[in-house]
């Protein structure tokens, strides 16, 4: 069994900041990509940052120079550090990891509950 919590949304006005975490624990044997996705109202799930175990990192154009995801793979946390936040920013936004939970078996995608982010203009 793999569990991801996030933590760390809420509610910020425009040009604020928030950083979300995400930590995962339970039957790992190794991860591979750590990353956070968003999914806004009525929107498909998007890609917001993720970041592979030797640190290359993917993001969406929006969040360029604003978002900056972090991991640790010691403690195999992924945190994404949100600045200059805008209204468009709204939405949930979930933890995601590609996790093998022995050494023969392959990768498995795992998903948080999600955590909610509200930017008020």
């Known amino acids: 069994q793999v569990q991801l919590v996030e933590s760390g949304g809420g509610l910020v006005q425009a040009g604020g900041s928030l950083r979300l975490s995400c930590a995962a624990s339970?039957?790992?044997?190794?991860?591979?990509?750590m990353g956070w996705y968003r999914q806004a109202p009525g929107k498909q799930r998007e890609l917001v940052e993720r970041v592979t175990g030797g640190g290359s990192t993917n993001y969406a154009d929006s969040v360029k120079g604003r978002f900056t995801i972090s991991r640790d793979n010691a403690k195999r946390t992924v945190h994404l550090q949100m600045n200059s936040l805008k209204p468009e920013d709204t939405a949930v936004y979930y933890c995601?990891?590609?996790?093998?939970?022995?050494?023969?078996?392959?990768?498995?995608?795992?998903w948080g509950q999600g955590t909610q982010v509200t930017v008020s203009s």
């Open positions: 339970g039957s790992i044997f190794n991860i591979n990509v």
């Open positions: 995601h990891a590609d996790i093998s939970s022995t050494m023969f078996s392959g990768w498995n995608d795992y």
